[in-house]
């Protein structure tokens, strides 16, 4: 074999390996329409989301596959596919059918698909997650594909939250279930992230920033919600204030007690001392 028949040889079976991975790339885009239409009739929608699921599995031979430049080759394109497949089953997430069990049962398949992935999946669920309706189901993924990474989670929850703004939009459910799951951790960059949130537009994304800001259990956070509570119209938000105050033994700042009790819930008063109690 000559200098040049080698160079041939190898090119031959780069292109072998091109021309397998577009085939495998083809058969995810076969199944990615069926599977992330709502109108598509059930059972097809079903066999498309298995299809995904299959060509999101781990490789078989792994292990026999990475003894060999060729094998490693073939191996690194599999994981691009199975990465791929599981983001079209991402999109699964976007929609609701009836019945709802039949709903959650798909949903549930294209979860499993998905986490078959484990921390390959974050990159196509960043994207998914910056533009999606709701993310209950991706913030599943997340936490199931960190683990106990808890310090991982939470700065891709803050990382999210951070698309975010304060003001009006028509469609808030992600910035709140954001804000609901940020009630359930504890870390330093919690409450500098959620600090804004405590004066948004929306009643409900402010009730749950307030729950977010007192699981810190970090009196840093003081000024902050006193200098909110002064204005805040919604008297469920005002009593998960004084509710979290009272039960950190917080004090409110002098200068602010006597305005702030204009705005107490009527089974809460400040003592000498600025702390909030609840009445008996």
């Known amino acids: 074999m000559g200098f ?31 599977a ?5 009739q059930n059972h097809d929608r079903q066999e498309a989301i298995a299809a995904l699921c299959d060509l999101a599995q781990p490789a078989e031979n792994a292990a026999e596959l990475e003894s ?28 609701v059918i009836d019945p709802t069990i039949t709903d959650a049962e798909e949903k549930q398949m294209a979860f499993e698909g998905v986490q078959s992935v484990g921390k390959g999946i974050l990159e196509p669920l960043r994207a998914y997650a910056a533009k999606a309706d709701s993310l209950s189901w991706a913030i599943k993924v997340l936490k199931n594909a960190l683990g106990d990474d808890e310090e991982a989670i939470v700065a891709e929850l803050v990382d999210w ?5 304060t003001d009006y939009a028509k469609f808030i459910d992600p910035k709140v279930q954001l804000l609901v799951e940020l009630e359930e951790h504890k870390d330093a960059r919690i409450r500098e992230v959620v600090t804004p949130f405590l ?16 699981a810190q259990d970090d009196a840093e956070a003081i000024p902050a919600l006193v200098d909110m509570f002064v204005d805040e119209e919604s008297l469920r938000v005002r009593t998960r204030v004084c509710d979290g105050f009272a039960q950190r033994g917080w004090a409110v700042p002098e200068d602010k007690r006597a305005e702030m009790r204009k705005s107490l819930p009527s089974e809460f008063s400040i003592d000498g001392e600025g702390k909030i109690r609840r009445k008996s």
Not at 22 to 30: C, L, S, W
Not at 36 to 40: E, I, L, P, S, V
């Open 199 to 214: 004066l948004d537009v929306n009643e409900t994304a402010r009730f749950h920033a307030v729950g977010a800001t007192l």
């Open 68 to 95: 060999t430049e060729k094998g490693r080759a073939q191996l690194e394109e599999h994981e691009a596919t199975r990465v791929e497949a599981a983001g079209v089953l991402l999109r699964r997430f976007n929609f």
């Open 4 to 34: 040049l028949d080698f160079f041939k040889k190898s090119d031959n079976k780069a292109d072998k390996l091109n021309q397998k991975g577009a085939q495998v790339r083809r058969e995810v885009a076969r199944w990615a329409d069926t």
């Open 161 to 165: 939250l951070s698309k975010w703004d």
């Open 36 to 40: 992330t239409n709502k109108r598509a």
